[in-house]
């Protein structure tokens, strides 16, 4: 109820992440992470590209403050047909469509109407919302993204493989216990694929016996050692995704 509360919603998320992501992780057609943002954002070579893309390493920043409110216009879309995007609504009970209301009316309830009753300002209210909103926006859409967004966490095309080698390739993880403490261990994203229900804070102790039995397999297990390293990372595979693909530039030029 806590993710209804703060604005989310824990019916599209369990969908949305559970089956979807988790499921199918970076598969361009199966996992919403990386289709829902297309074609503002390009996060696959299989997508086809547009001109904006070639500046996506740098306007992306600004979109990611605004992604509450995608947010709740994609819940909303998502709750009347009973599914997001393609992954339908299979099991929900009556409760969880009657905790999205409750919760949603909740959040605006107790974050804007409420504080604008009090202190009779909407307008004050309705600004200090947008700025929680953004503030929150901002650290998670830059969590979420660079877990999945470097050069080599995209599967070649064609490629299919293991569920737990497939989470560990498309995933990377960052930083250590500090970093673990403050993301509530986000930051371990590959730790967080493959043991999802473990104990967040034990993934930086997972991380090292999980590396070495990768190594021993011959599975690709990629680890930044701080934020900023996987930051430029993320950048210089936006800048990647960004460049027009040679087949689509010669099929222009031939026209």
Not at 128 to 157: D, Q, R
Request: proline letters at 3%; aromatic letters at 16%.
């Amino acid at each position: 109820m806590a993710d209804d509360i703060i604005g989310g919603s824990s019916l599209v998320w369990r969908y949305h992440h559970h089956v979807s992501h988790h499921a199918y992780t970076n598969d361009v057609e199966l996992d919403q992470d990386v289709h829902s943002s297309y074609p503002i954002l390009r996060l696959h070579e299989e997508q086809e590209y547009k001109w904006h893309h070639k500046y996506q390493q740098f306007y992306c920043w600004l979109l990611f403050p605004v992604l509450f409110i995608s947010v709740h216009i994609d819940d909303t879309k998502a709750f009347l047909a009973g599914k997001t995007y393609s992954t339908r609504f299979s099991g929900a009970t009556k409760q969880e469509y009657t905790l999205f209301v409750v919760g949603k009316i909740l959040h605006f309830a107790l974050l804007l109407f409420l504080p604008a009753y009090f202190y009779s300002s909407f307008l004050s209210s309705l600004f200090y919302y947008c700025v929680y909103g953004a503030t929150g926006s901002l650290v998670l859409g830059t969590l979420f993204i660079v877990s999945h967004n470097t050069p080599e966490t995209k599967e070649e095309e064609g490629q299919k493989r293991d569920w737990a080698v497939m989470n560990i390739e498309h995933s990377c993880s960052w930083g250590g216990d500090v970093a673990a403490f403050f993301t509530g261990g986000l930051n371990m994203q590959i730790e967080h694929h493959v043991f999802p229900s473990a104990n967040p804070m034990l993934y930086t102790k997972m991380r090292k016996i999980i590396e070495e039995e990768c190594k021993k397999r011959g599975v690709r297990y990629s680890y930044y050692s701080t934020l900023p390293e996987v930051l430029v990372a993320f950048f210089n595979f936006m800048v990647q995704m960004g460049q027009q693909p040679k087949a689509q530039l010669n099929q222009k030029k031939q026209k």
